[in-house]
Structures are given as C-alpha cells and as structure tokens.
C-alpha cells in the first residue's frame, strides 16, 4: 500500500443515505446550484470583460471569462496579433450569455470595436505607433485592420520608395503611425512610411551634412519620371534633371539609365533645409563642345539631325551635346518668313552651313538656302528689263499687287500698270491671291530685292490709237454706265470710258440724262497722259445753235456795210504815208 493510500482515511461521519437522496445535511439540490452560481462570475450580455485566453489554434481562441463556460472565438478576429498565446488577457464582448447549446457566445471584434475610436484618437495624438494587419488591396493603397477598424493605407505611405508589387504585403502585420481621421465618416488613414521616415531623419542629417559640392557618389536608381531619375545614395535620394542625364538632349530617361541600376553621379547642389539633393551624371564625361574639332569653321557644311523645332526655327544636333540653329528666315531665300515646320521636322537628316560660331558662348547658327544660288546673285541676267514672265500672285495692297517669280524673288506690279482702260479701284476686281498672271520687267532694285513689274505693258498702249479717234471736237455715241455726285462715267467702247460732269449731263428738252441711257457725246478734253476723256452731251446741240446765232450776227453786219460810206481822207491815211511824216519831222528838228 502507498504511502498516499496510507493517509486516504474514509469520513466516520459521512451519511451517505443523504447523498445518495440529493440531500446534504439538509441542504437541497436547488440550494447547492445556487451556491455554486454565487461563486462563478455575474455576467451580463452586450458588455466588455476581460478574458484569459484557454487554446489557440488556426480556427478558434477558446476564452474564459470566469463564467460556467468558456466562450470560442473565430480565430480570423485575431489575425492582426499573430503572436497570441493561451494565457494572454484579451478583452471580449457578451453577445450571449447562453445560447440554444448552453454556449457563452463571445466576440473580440465587437470588443475592439467598442474601444477603438478612443483608442485610435489617443493613438493619433500621442502620435503612437501601432500595429495593423493588412487585408486586401484597395484603389490607391491597402486596407489595414487597426484595433478592428478598417484604416486605409495609401501606397506613397508604404514605404519611402515607389511601390512596384502591392500584393507582398497582404497578409503582413506591421507597425504604422495614425495620420488622419475622419470623424464625421469615421475614416483612419495609417502610414507605415512615417515610421521609415523618422528613422532616416537622422541618418539623412549626417549624409548630408557630410556632402559636397562636386563629390562624386554611387547610388542606385529607385524611381524614373518624365522629368528626371531619382537616386538613392544610401538612406538620402538626390534627383537628377532631365537635362543633367546627358549632353545631348534627352525625351524618355527612360533611355539613359535604368531600375535599380548603380550609377555614379556627381553632387551639384543641396539645399540642407528641405533635404534636397540635386545630381548630374553628365557633368562626369566632359563637355562635347570641348572635344568639338578644332578646324571646324563658318562657312564649313556640317551634318545633323533636327531635335527640336519650332515656329522660328529648328535645332540641329551635329553631334551629341552640339546643336545649331537653323533659323527659320536661313532656311529659304524668300522674304516671306513662315513657321519652320513647312521646311522641315524632327528627325530629318539635314546638311547646313555654318554661319556663325562661338565656343565660348557654345552657340552655333547654321543655314541651308545657302545650299542654293541667291537668286538675286545674277537677277540682271534672269530677269532683265523688259523680259516676260508668269508669276503667282501672293497678296494685295490698296496700291498693287505683290507675285512671287520664284522661290527668293518678289515683284510688285503697281495698280496703275495693270490694264490701260480699266479703272481698277482695289487689285482684287483684276485677279486673286494663287493665281498666275504675266508680266514684264519694268525696274530691278537690287538692293532692296524687289521688281517693279507691269502687265498692261504686255500690249500695246491702246490711247495711241484713242488719240487719233476720240480727237476734241468729234461727236460718239455713249452709254452712261454709272451715275456719281461729281458726274456720270460713259462708256464709249468696250475698252474706253469717258467722264461728264453734271452740267454736260443736261438734254435739249432741259431734263437730266439718267443711267443707263445712250446719248451723243461730244470730246471736250483728251489727255492721253491722264487717261482722260472729257464729254458733254449738252455741246452736242448747244454748239450748232451757237454756230446759228453767229452765223446770223454775221449777215447783219454784212448788210450794214453795204451802205453809203462818206469819205474821210485823215482816216484812210496808210502806214505808209505815217512813215513819211515821221521822217519829215526828224529833219526838222535837226534844222534841214
């Protein structure tokens, strides 16, 4: 027998008739379940207690409250705390305290979520840092289970550097800091970048306090934007400009450097306030002006590529780093400037001559019209004067009309020498703006580079042969074309136009001619210089009568001196005999 036997005595007092009847020293069954209810715990549904966690497995956490059963939670409620383990205290939520099966049914969701916004605010303003599990990904970033409440994770605030593979951090709990909420939609955004950050302050303040101004450093390339590529240098980034990647001109980074790829670069400047750090990596190789070759020269021919354009004019590069100009008004030998996109567009390989070049300034200007002939080089010989030619008309001016012969020669043809007959008010009645029309050459001005031209000059001045028909004095009929306030214009043929004023406008019956009537009109005037014919409708029936009345005045005085006359000698003295008598006094006065 053991010793543990030995000490096991049985109760000389036990009455095990009463135990066997439910009844123990008077005591009913009803009052022994009492007295044990008294010692288990009071629990009320719908409130918050702390529990002692009893198992853990991957399915549920089995929680005793101190009640007469323990309560069995989903495990998923606790996914944010991977680390939790049978004897932890964890705060639940009575949903029930008995259910159909006489379970205690609990939950640490409802329990968490009781508390979390205060939790949350506190965490907010003691700027606490706190632990998350993420979900799921969401638009923009992650959502992330804090304290129960769904928080929104947004992917700048993951990590300091871009993000290229969210789904790596579902299912990961990390530590983030409470940045904003939302109270009115109850909205918590998190960051887990604030935390990153704060570690690197102070790293950053000692690399950057260590920088310098043409230090050469190696870093590796984390992000590449359309305006440059940012490089982390080890705990601090610097970014280098489009423009410092290379020399030559640069449209995609994307095309000079790559991801996570090492790189040297140079420091050219930092800002220690902002932590701004601004890097070149083509101030490493040296300046392609600098190896430019040294006989190159104005007046050289080179070749390049246009990079740019503009409406002024194009870029050529001529080798990486070394562009020219092309000005927009070097690429044609007409006067007339247009947009540098009619001549040519980016990518185009092109030859140019140099026009000017300073390697100080590194500026270079080029010229492709000069690949061509001046047309006013030998415009004498090309377009003498008086030799014809067909040109197009480019515009209009009150005073004439503006062709171009050729690519770099203008002309002006005045509107005086458009037609010999034709008044012409505005050159846009004669022709229009594209069209061709002939001319002759009438003036050169070399040094202005522009053509006196003439069209009516093509024919023969027609007023030569107008000035032996229409001559003053002759009667031809004409149609009145148009009435003005100063007269009527006639036409007397299909080329020949007349003017009469008002009052070379009345008839014989004392009426006014009116437009469109066709009358007899006598030529007053002729200026051929002038263009000029002055008629009068009036003279044509005025004058006869006139001949008429003097015709008449004229046999009247004849008939008056067909009279008696009654002689007088002293009137009928000749010159002659004056001479005589003027003689004789001469001698007189001499004392002949």
């Known amino acids: 027998m053991s010793e543990l036997t030995k000490k096991v005595q049985p109760l000389q007092d036990f009455n095990w008739d009463e135990f066997e009847n439910g009844t123990v020293a008077n005591v009913s069954k009803e009052e022994l379940d009492k007295a044990y209810d008294e010692t288990l715990n009071k629990v009320s549904e719908h409130q918050v207690v702390d529990g002692t966690v009893i198992s853990v497995d991957k399915k549920e956490v089995v929680v005793n409250i101190g009640y007469k059963s323990d309560g069995i939670i989903p495990a998923s409620e606790f996914r944010y705390n991977p680390d939790l383990k049978a004897g932890d205290t964890v705060e639940v939520y009575v949903e029930n305290a008995e259910d159909k099966k006489g379970q205690l049914v609990l939950s640490h969701k409802k329990a968490r979520m009781s508390k979390s916004w205060e939790r949350v605010n506190a965490a907010l303003e003691a700027q606490e840092v706190i632990t998350g599990y993420i979900k799921c990904r969401t638009k923009g970033g992650m959502i992330v289970d804090v304290f129960g409440i769904e928080a929104f994770l947004p992917g700048s605030q993951i990590d300091v550097h871009p993000i290229r593979d969210y789904d790596q951090f579902v299912g990961k709990t990390m530590e983030f800091k409470v940045v904003k909420i939302n109270q009115e939609f109850r909205n918590v955004v998190v960051s887990h970048k604030a935390l990153i950050e704060q570690e690197l302050e102070a790293q950053k303040k000692e690399i950057i306090g260590k920088l310098e101004k043409g230090q050469i450093l190696e870093g590796i390339v984390k992000n590449i934007t359309s305006y440059g590529v940012f490089v982390d ?19 995609d980074p994307h095309k000079v450097v790559e991801l996570d790829q090492k790189i040297n670069v140079v420091i050219l400047d930092f800002d220690d306030e902002k932590k701004r750090i601004a890097l070149g990596l083509k101030q490493l190789t040296p300046h392609p002006w600098d190896a430019l070759d040294a006989d190159l020269k104005v007046g050289d021919h080179v070749k390049g590529k246009v990079v ?16 020219g100009l092309i000005h927009v008004s070097e690429m044609s030998w007409s006067q007339h400037l247009r947009s540098a996109q009619e001549f040519l567009k980016v990518g185009d390989e092109v030859e140019a001559v140099i026009l000017t070049l300073d390697r100080d300034e590194r500026k270079m200007s080029l010229g492709i019209k000069q690949l061509k002939e001046d047309p006013w080089e030998a415009i004498e010989v090309k377009y003498p004067v008086g030799s014809k030619h067909t040109a197009k008309v480019r515009n209009f001016t009150n005073f004439g009309v503006f062709v171009e012969l050729e690519e770099g020669v203008d002309g002006l043809i005045h509107i005086s020498d458009l037609s010999w007959t034709k008044k012409v008010k505005h050159p846009s009645e004669f022709t229009q703006v594209g069209a061709q029309i002939d001319v002759i050459v009438l003036d050169i001005d070399k040094e202005n580079r522009r053509l006196s031209l003439g069209h009516k000059q093509l024919e023969e001045n ?4 107008f000035e032996e028909k229409y001559t003053v004095g002759s009667i031809h009929e004409g149609k009145i074309t148009e009435l003005l306030e100063k007269g009527a214009v006639v036409s007397l043929d299909k080329d020949v136009e007349g003017f009469a004023t008002p009052k070379h406008l009345v008839k014989e019956d004392g009426s006014q001619a009116v437009q469109g009537e066709t009358l007899p009109f006598k030529v007053i005037e002729f200026n051929k210089d002038s263009k000029r014919i002055i008629l009068s409708h009036s003279r044509t029936f005025e004058d006869p009568q006139r001949e008429e009345k003097k015709a008449a005045a004229k046999k009247t005085r004849a008939a008056k001196s067909d009279a008696p006359k009654i002689e007088n000698v002293a009137a009928s003295t000749t010159l002659g005999d004056i001479d005589v008598l003027a003689e004789l006094k001469a001698k007189m006065e001499k004392g002949e």
Do not use: N
């Open 233 to 251: 240098l080890g705990g601090v980034d610097g970014l280098i400009h489009i423009t410092d990647l290379s020399w030559g001109r640069v449209d």
């Open 462 to 465: 027609p007023w030569d042969v």
């Open 308 to 323: 740019v354009i503009a409406d002024y004019g194009a870029f050529v590069e001529i080798q990486p780093g070394v562009e």
